[in-house]
């Protein structure tokens, strides 16, 4: 638990690659690899939490989950990159029971390694400490390209059963790139408690209308290791509709714009 919302709190802040000589070459998609803390009393290295990170060509967004529990958390935003430094600029971002609609802009040292990169944020104050946080990530994409590449926001939802259509309510972000998808989203409950759910895994398309997402982790058991089979409509260049067909006869709908920063 103290390692995802350390994360939560921190990856807001967020992780990539860099030249130190030349502007980054940042799309791509990055999974994280260990996370270093460090204070004046401790110096601890995890690598149980599952994070996967995709830089588009002007957004990111990451998004994790820690298996023990199975708490979530996600981002999104705009960034830019110079030289050693990327600034990136989140809009939205959600941990467990919390989400944040307030933007924030921040900025962060990268170093490259053989395997991808490795981010140092020098100074942060964490309950009351200063610590160093040191994450090493490894690149996972590819140079696959397809129409659904880039970030994107929801702005419809609803599940559709003989004659009846229920609408969801809530705020879901989604992004393609480089072979892989991330989704998040944050819901109410009936006590108006906020609620945070995640997935991402690899993604191909079947030609122009179907995608085959393969989650390698969410917050739900049910989507995790599993197979999605998603027809798709593009709506112009800059939104699309996603159905799925469920195995009760009824299916699930989802309208996405493009994410604007």
Not at 24 to 53: E, F, H, I, R, W
Not at 75 to 100: F, H, L, P, R
């Amino acid at each position: 638990m103290k390692i995802l919302m350390l994360a939560a709190m921190l990856f807001i802040i967020g992780c990539n690659t860099s030249d130190k000589k030349e502007n980054a070459a940042m799309p791509g998609a990055y999974k994280m690899l260990s996370q270093n803390v460090k204070s004046d009393k401790t110096d601890t290295t995890y690598t149980s939490l599952q994070q996967l990170k995709i830089y588009t060509d002007d957004y990111m967004m990451y998004a994790n989950v820690n298996p023990s529990d199975s708490i979530s958390s996600f981002g999104i935003g705009s960034y830019s990159a110079d030289k050693d430094t990327v600034t990136e600029n989140v809009i939205y971002n959600a941990s467990d029971t919390s989400k944040n609609q307030t933007a924030g802009t921040f900025k962060l040292l990268i170093e490259k390694t053989g395997k991808g990169y490795k981010q140092t944020i020098s100074d942060i104050l964490s309950q009351g400490r200063h610590i160093k946080l040191t994450e090493e990530y490894e690149s996972a994409g590819t140079a696959t390209k397809s129409p659904l590449d880039g970030a994107w926001k929801q702005t419809k939802s609803y599940n559709v059963k003989a004659k009846d259509t229920i609408v969801s309510s809530g705020t879901q972000f989604k992004t393609y790139y480089a072979g892989y998808v991330i989704w998040g989203q944050t819901y109410s409950d009936s006590l108006n408690k906020t609620h945070t759910g995640i997935g991402f895994g690899k993604f191909a398309m079947n030609g122009n209308n179907k995608v085959k997402e393969t989650m390698m982790a969410s917050t739900y058991y049910q989507v995790r290791g599993h197979d999605f089979d998603i027809d798709i409509e593009m709506n112009g260049a800059d939104g699309f509709t996603q159905t799925m067909n469920n195995k009760d006869g009824s299916k699930g709908v989802e309208i996405y714009e493009r994410f604007k920063k």
